[in-house]
């Protein structure tokens, strides 16, 4: 245990991507202060392992990985799993980051809920314990921006409860709980980020997962999608992890972006529709083949609606049945090329506007994304 004199953060979802990023970032900010993370194990062996497996992914020296505390512990559970030495890490904790959730599109509500509603009840009741035995700079939490769910236009950052319906349960169990956390802003210091989809990093292409809109390229490339069925003129809105990162850290500085809510998004001028995006994949799958001396890639055909319905008898039915079962597939993955969402993010860029911090437009780094994704092989 460490010396109560010693200021400490929190950290969930460490062994996760946002989290995983974070960490480092942490410890460059917070010199002084230990960073606990919150791991799930069954013992201290198991815990020790799942560490070293976090600190070996993430660049950072050998005095930096004396700070970083590997707690036993489960944002289920009341107490976070913390068990006798709950007061006591409240005691010495000073600033709590939030990231864990469960992502995935396809769990049963209540199981959803579980991590991303419950944990984050926990999680908050942590925070006030924290302020009742010491001294709470801030607890910042990570949600997402598409807890706007199928709305439309313009997505306000002050905007939450607009009488929306989610395309998934993610959606609404991350928009609960920023029901939740808006019900403690009087009480207790909270900021909360909405980051639209994450990429790589946009510098070195790093990603330690390969879902969401990694999702389609792998498909595409691996042949497994010779067709892809979309609204093609839809923009994605897609960041950069290391932009996320580096804007959560920068805000969580500042005292006058307390209890409020920041889009880390990348806004229309530096997104990319599907068309664009499809032609950039296939020339950076059929670059990378041709060094390697394999096959090149067809281009998948892009399919709308609009084109079925311009087809006559057996080929019209046939591609309806085919457009709609991969729709499916595709929607279940990938439900952000539905329904086109601008994100306005006035208060991050004025949060930002005395950094260096900017969010790069996807096409100027897709290729780096795309090159580690093809040498990972998307594993």
């Known amino acids: 245990m460490l010396n109560n004199n010693q200021p400490a953060i929190l950290l969930t979802g460490a062994s996760g991507f946002l989290a ?6 942490l410890l460059k900010q917070y010199k002084e202060s230990i960073i606990y993370i919150l791991l799930r194990a069954e013992n201290e062996i198991e815990l020790v392992s799942r560490r070293e497996k976090i600190l070996d992914f993430i660049d950072i ?5 004396n700070r970083v505390v590997a707690l036993a512990g489960n944002i289920e559970k009341e107490d976070l799993g913390l068990g006798s030495e709950y007061n006591t890490i409240a005691s010495q904790v000073n600033e709590i980051y939030h990231s864990a959730a469960n992502t995935r599109f396809d769990q049963p509500l209540e199981k959803a809920r579980s991590i991303n509603y419950v944990g984050t009840e926990n999680i908050l009741r942590f925070a006030q314990q924290v302020k009742k035995l010491g001294h709470l700079v801030r607890y910042n939490h990570v949600s997402t921006a598409y807890v706007a769910g199928n709305r439309v236009g313009i997505v306000k950052e ?16 991350k928009y ?7 019900k403690a802003f009087d009480e207790l210091p909270i900021t909360v980020y909405r980051p639209s989809i994450i990429a790589g ?21 691996f042949g497994q999608l010779t067709f892809l069925p979309c609204q093609p003129e839809l923009k994605l809105d897609i960041v950069p992890i290391d932009y996320v990162c580096d804007a959560i850290v920068a805000i969580a500085q500042q005292a006058n972006t307390v209890n409020q809510t920041f889009h880390l998004t990348a806004g229309p001028d530096k997104s990319i529709n599907m068309y664009e995006m499809v032609d950039s994949c296939i020339r950076e799958f059929n670059d990378y083949n041709k060094e390697i001396g394999k096959e090149l890639i067809a281009r998948p055909e892009i399919i709308t609606p609009n084109l079925i319905e311009n087809m006559e008898g057996t080929m019209r039915k046939r591609s309806e049945q085919l457009f ?14 539905i329904s086109e969402k601008v994100f306005d993010d006035s208060a991050t860029r004025k949060a930002l506007s005395n950094t260096k911090i900017s969010c790069p437009a996807f096409r100027d780094y ?7 994704a093809l040498k990972k092989e998307f594993r």
């Open 366 to 372: 897709l290729p780096v994304v795309v090159r580690y």
């Open 61 to 65: 020296d050998s005095k930096d990985k």
């Open 20 to 25: 995983g990023e974070l960490l480092p970032r």
């Open 176 to 182: 609960e709980s920023e029901m939740l956390l808006r």
């Open 201 to 221: 990093d946009s510098i070195s292409g790093r990603t330690p997962h390969f879902y969401v809109i990694y999702e389609p390229m792998k498909w595409i490339y």
């Open 158 to 173: 002050t905007e939450l409860d607009c009488e929306q319906s989610f395309f998934n349960t993610y959606e609404q169990s």
């Open 324 to 337: 709609h079962r991969a729709w499916q597939q595709i929607q279940r993955h990938m439900p952000y090329i």
